[in-house]
């Protein structure tokens, strides 16, 4: 039977595979994301977005890499908290998927906020390095469960 699903995952390219030892550059990569985001640097951050990098905020803005960038260099926007949990990887090739629950909170123009979210981040491997491409987190409504 297993023999039966690899082969049929080889024709046609696609393999979901769990988070492994395979996935922990990209893992690196998602924490750097979390740990840069929390110091607030723009600088060391950039390497890690592609040009094209979208992010799609809870509340529908979007938000493209220069203009989030820009927010976290002039310290308009700064994280306090970002505790993930439950982070799953699904890797299809040189592109993987990256999901789980983030604890948050910070400023965005000197108002505070905070909350859980889900969030799922795209990544692509890029001249041999882990590349985030788009990132998406929806709040957690109240009364909703919202575990891993």
Known sequence: MWLRSLVGALLVGVAV??????????????SLWNSLRLRGDAAALAPLLADDWR?????????DKRDYLAELATGRRTNGQVENLGVQVRSYGSTAVVTGISVQSGTNAGVPWSGRFR????????DG????????????????????
Do not use: N, Y
């Open 17 to 30: 595979i769990p988070a492994r030892a395979q996935d922990s550059a990209l893992l690196h990569r998602d």
């Open 55 to 63: 992010l799609t905020h809870s509340d529908g803005r979007v938000q």
């Open 129 to 148: 390095l882990w590349v985030m491409v788009a990132s998406h987190s929806s709040r957690c409504a109240d009364g909703v469960t919202c575990e891993p």
């Open 119 to 126: 969030f799922t981040r795209t990544w692509i491997l890029k």
